[in-house]
């Protein structure tokens, strides 16, 4: 197409460039004419003005469609994860006035993977790309001394009209496990503000899936004044599920710093944020291991039924980093390491003993190296 436009862009000019050998000749006055030359831009497919060969720039008869994988090292903070125990000392016990320390459940760092493609058709401005994210991560803690449970199943132990106080313990321990997928569909079109920015606006439809599982276990029960336990271990099992669909929007912006004929170095943000159509589902039960106590002889199964949640889940997203573009007139390729941080601004719902119905935000951040290839 390129070479076919270029004979027929050219040659006319150079026959009108010939002196006429026949026939009167016309004063200038009377005819004149121009011809408008334009460049090709540089700009679309990802390529700012002024870097890398022509023929990277260019589109062929079958478009142009990038492949890429990134390798994520995230780490997850969630409100509520700071308090499913309390280790409490009464006052008169080594200390003065009494203390309670929250018993927290700090999250590990992580590997993830995301995986996408996208493709921009011959002759068109407009791109569509399809990536997937995973991550999983999880957290364990202990706890020992008066320890309390910040779980509502544990309330109704020994207490089932709930006017008094489940048991608390001498030992515990926490292990919490994070699941997170997401599919990303996104239509974009590159824009050249100037040599040295380019922006790439883009609408899209996000889903997700965040799955949590809240493993607790319980030992060696204190006795009371009202209450002399039986039994010796206890387990507390609390699940969360999510899943959203809904609109997203945001915008893509290159900024080069090193522009040559074969590579270039740049910068590279991205915000963004989604809201969603969600819902969540919650499970929590409380099991011990024989009778609960000499008032209720009989082993304690208590189960929390809580009607699913449905509703608008908004998320934030924000990536910066730096790309290294390799063109080439075969593939053209990139590195990118960067950093990127995503806020669930209301992903915590569960309800607790201790905060009542959550409404807590959750947050994912860390490092992302991606390799793509552009054929």
């Known amino acids: 197409m390129r070479t076919l436009f270029l004979c027929l862009f050219i040659l006319p000019q150079a026959a009108w460039a010939q002196p006429a050998t026949v026939g009167p000749q016309l ?85 993830g993977i995301r995986i996408g493609a996208a493709y921009q058709p011959p002759d068109s401005d407009f791109d569509l790309s399809v990536s997937y994210t995973h991550f999983g991560t999880n957290a364990t803690n202990q706890a020992t001394g008066e320890v309390y449970s910040a779980f509502l199943g544990n309330f109704y132990v020994g207490n089932p009209d709930g006017t008094s106080f489940g048991p608390h313990y001498s030992n515990a321990s926490v292990d919490w496990d994070f699941r997170f997928d997401s599919i990303d569909l996104e239509l974009g079109r590159e824009f050249a503000i100037s040599d040295s920015l380019s922006l790439r606006p883009f609408v899209g439809l996000k889903s997700a899936m965040i799955d949590q599982s809240i493993h607790s276990n319980w030992s060696s029960p204190i006795n009371t004044s009202s209450q002399t336990y039986l039994f010796t271990a206890a387990e507390e099992e609390l699940k969360q599920d999510f899943w959203g669909i809904g609109p997203s929007l945001g915008v893509n912006a290159v900024i080069p710093i090193v522009c040559e004929t074969d590579y270039s170095l740049r910068i590279f943000a991205s915000p963004s944020a989604a809201i969603m159509y969600g819902r969540w589902t919650f499970k929590d039960q409380y099991r011990n291991n024989g009778p609960t106590s000499t008032a209720h002889p009989t082993p304690a199964v208590v189960d929390i039924n809580s009607d699913p949640i449905t509703g608008a889940a908004t998320m934030a997203r924000g990536v910066l980093g730096l790309e290294w573009v390799q063109y080439g007139s075969e593939i053209t390729t990139s590195l990118r390491l960067g950093y990127e941080a995503q806020i669930w601004l209301n992903q915590m719902q569960f309800y607790s003993y201790n905060m009542g119905r959550l409404n807590n935000l959750m947050s994912l951040h860390g490092g992302v190296f991606e390799l793509s290839l552009n054929f």
């Open 27 to 111: 004063p200038t006055s009377e005819v004149s004419f121009s011809v408008p030359r334009s460049q090709p831009s540089e700009l679309s497919y990802g390529i700012p003005p002024g870097c890398g060969p022509a023929v990277c720039a260019a589109p062929d008869d079958d478009g142009t469609i990038t492949f890429s994988s990134a390798v994520l090292f995230w780490k997850v903070t969630e409100g509520s994860a700071e308090n499913w125990a309390q280790e409490i000392t009464p006052l008169g016990i080594g200390t003065t006035y009494g203390t309670a320390t929250l018993v927290d459940a700090p999250f590990e760092w992580k590997a």
